[in-house]
């Protein structure tokens, strides 16, 4: 069992910054590979980033690329997801997940899910 905790949005200005963390709970953290979504006012929720259990490896939507970048450190059983030059397109409700499957892109392969966090950007 684990479980997720996110922190850290907010509302910040159009070209600004926010780091969203994710907190997770049980032993078995460092195997699990970390994704995080969002789900934007009034549409579908759609997969941001993931980061294999090997830190080495990770993933983006073309939307994010060169924006965002995910990390995670094993030792505090934290996720994390730096979010720079953020658009007003960014916002939405931000999740992170878990999973031990290698579809890191689909929620349907994720385990465990957090409450999410809001992230509001303005123009």
């Known amino acids: 069992q684990v479980q997720l905790v996110e922190s850290g949005g907010g509302l910040v200005q159009a070209g600004g910054s926010l780091r969203l963390s994710c907190a997770a709970s049980?032993?078995?953290?460092?195997?699990?590979?970390m994704g995080w979504f969002r789900r934007p006012p009034g549409k579908e929720r759609e997969f941001v980033a993931a980061?294999?259990?090997?830190?080495?490896?990770?993933y983006y939507t073309d939307s994010v690329k060169g924006r965002f970048t995910i990390s995670r450190d094993n030792a505090k059983n934290t996720v994390y997801l730096q979010m720079n030059s953020l658009k007003p397109e960014d916002t939405a409700v931000y999740y992170c997940?878990?999973?031990?499957?290698?579809?890191?892109?689909?929620?349907?392969?994720?385990?465990?899910w957090g409450q999410g966090t809001q992230v509001t950007v303005s123009s």
């Open positions: 049980g032993r078995t953290f460092s195997s699990y590979a």
């Open positions: 997940a878990a999973t031990l499957n290698n579809n890191y892109g689909e929620p349907r392969w994720y385990d465990y």
């Open positions: 980061i294999a259990w090997n830190p080495g490896f990770t």
